[in-house]
């Protein structure tokens, strides 16, 4: 079974940064797309930035020029760098892995937090 292993959230000033990881259990080159979602208290999960196996990434309208998706197949880790955070960042940060076996594969999620 596959295990998805997110670490680096917490609490950040309005204009900081954190860079999230996402270890995963197998190979990732098992997974053809990757990808960081997010859910706010009170809101729908939504996609923040994908990646597949082909290194095409793709970005939400309200992170592109902040955030920056990256793979690491040799650790197999994922990882969502995130730059100039605003306090609408804020939320639970799931890391999401697809293969063909399974479908959707889920981390636990992280919590970021920006507040002053």
């Known amino acids: 079974q596959v295990q998805l292993v997110e670490s680096g959230g917490g609490l950040v000033q309005p204009g900081g940064s954190l860079r999230l990881s996402c270890a995963a259990s197998?190979?990732?080159?098992?997974?053809?797309?990757m990808g960081w979602y997010r859910q706010a208290p009170g809101k729908q999960r939504e996609l923040v930035a994908g990646?597949?196996?082909?290194?095409?990434?793709n970005y939400a309208d309200s992170v592109k020029g902040r955030f920056t998706i990256s793979r690491d197949n040799v650790k197999n880790t994922l990882y969502l760098q995130m730059n100039s955070l605003k306090p609408e960042d804020t939320a639970v940060y799931y890391c999401?892995?697809?293969?063909?076996?399974?479908?959707?594969?889920w981390g636990q999620g992280t919590q970021v937090t920006v507040s002053s």
């Open positions: 990646i597949d196996s082909g290194d095409h990434k």
């Open positions: 197998v190979s990732i080159y098992t997974f053809y797309a």
């Open positions: 999401n892995a697809r293969n063909t076996i399974d479908g959707d594969n």
